[in-house]
């Protein structure tokens, strides 16, 4: 039972971050950068749950201990 919770959950998180996507590519096709730089940042808060100047900081190797439970993605 507990997978198809895990599966959906992630199914609606790439749902979410193609429809953020298409916005971001919408918007910068109409010129409208600052806006989809804002999309991007409150995508990227939702689906790491750190604030997107954090992430943009972190190098990769942080950015994944940070995403680690009990050495678990």
Same mark, same amino acid.
């Given at each position: 039972?507990?997978?198809?919770?895990?599966?959906?959950?992630?199914?609606?998180?790439?749902?979410? +971050?193609? +429809?953020?996507? +298409?916005?971001?590519?919408? @918007?910068?096709?109409?010129?409208?950068?600052? =806006? +989809?730089?804002?999309?991007?940042?409150?995508?990227? =808060?939702?689906?790491?749950?750190?604030?997107?100047?954090?992430?943009?900081?972190?190098?990769? =190797?942080?950015?994944?201990?940070? @995403?680690?439970?009990?050495?678990?993605?």
């Amino acid at each position: 039972m507990k997978t198809f919770l895990t599966d959906d959950y992630l199914i609606r998180l790439i749902n979410q +971050a193609i +429809a953020a996507m +298409a916005q971001i590519v919408g @918007l910068k096709t109409a010129g409208m950068y600052l =806006e +989809a730089q804002t999309i991007a940042d409150r995508m990227l =808060e939702q689906l790491f749950g750190l604030r997107s100047d954090l992430i943009k900081r972190l190098d990769d =190797e942080s950015l994944m201990a940070s @995403l680690k439970s009990q050495d678990v993605l």
